[in-house]
T-cell receptor
């Protein structure tokens, strides 16, 4: 089982709709969870971090964490064409020098 | 002001050559990282330094040697370059190891011919 798993996509969502991105992880001791966005040819940039179970909202973005199910998701409301990018889920691996492992990313495409 | 900078942005070289990539951060962070992103966009950690001390050394060929002269700089030297080393290499930094947000440099696209 991969340490951090994401569907590679592409996930195609109409403009204005909600995009839902999912991520599962294997290390039950993980405490820190991140969503990064990466545009083609650019470097990853942080969208949201979440550390506690439940929802965390920031503008059009909501991160959801369920540690019992080892599941973290990112919802993007009112999707815009500028949201088209690859979204990387990242989780700290508590059992291994507290490093962060990235998932392989989900490519999101917002269609007009 | 650039937070994490890398040079060069592009590097094209022949197999067997030795090359270096430099990274600098002006965020005052203690921890720096090197990642490799392959053609499938998978971002894999290679090394991490905390206060100039190596704390993460993944299964990377020993042709790759990181060096941290101070906590604001982390360089990557690659000996005897191979075709499979072609990738984008990202430097990143964070306040502390592990659970903190990482800030990425713009990347260095390495092409080995």
């Amino acid at each position: 089982q991969k340490e951090v798993e994401q569907n590679s996509g592409p996930l195609s969502v109409p403009e204005g709709a909600i995009a839902s991105l999912n991520c599962t992880y294997s290390d039950r001791g993980s405490q820190s969870f991140f969503w990064y966005r990466q545009y083609s040819g650019k470097s990853p940039e942080l969208i949201m971090s979440i550390y506690s179970n439940g929802d965390k909202e920031d503008g059009r973005f909501t991160a959801q964490l369920n540690k019992a199910s080892q599941y973290v998701s990112l919802l993007i409301r009112d999707s815009q064409p500028s949201d088209s990018a690859t979204y990387l889920c990242a989780v700290n691996i508590y059992s291994s020098a507290s490093k962060i492992i990235f998932g392989s990313g989900t490519r999101l495409s917002i269609r007009p | 002001d650039t937070a994490v900078s890398q040079t060069p942005k592009y590097l094209v070289t022949q197999m067997g050559n030795d090359k270096s990539i430099k990274c600098e951060q002006n965020l005052g962070h203690d921890t720096m990282y090197w990642y490799k992103q392959d053609s499938k966009k998978f971002l894999k950690i290679m090394f991490s330094y905390n206060n100039k001390e190596l704390i993460i050394n993944e299964t990377v060929p020993n042709r790759f040697s990181p060096k941290s002269p101070d906590k604001a700089h982390l360089n990557l030297h690659i000996n005897s370059l191979e075709l499979g080393d072609s990738a984008v290499y990202f430097c990143a930094s964070s306040l502390r190891p592990g659970g903190d947000t990482q800030y990425f440099g713009p990347g260095t696209r390495l092409t080995v011919l």
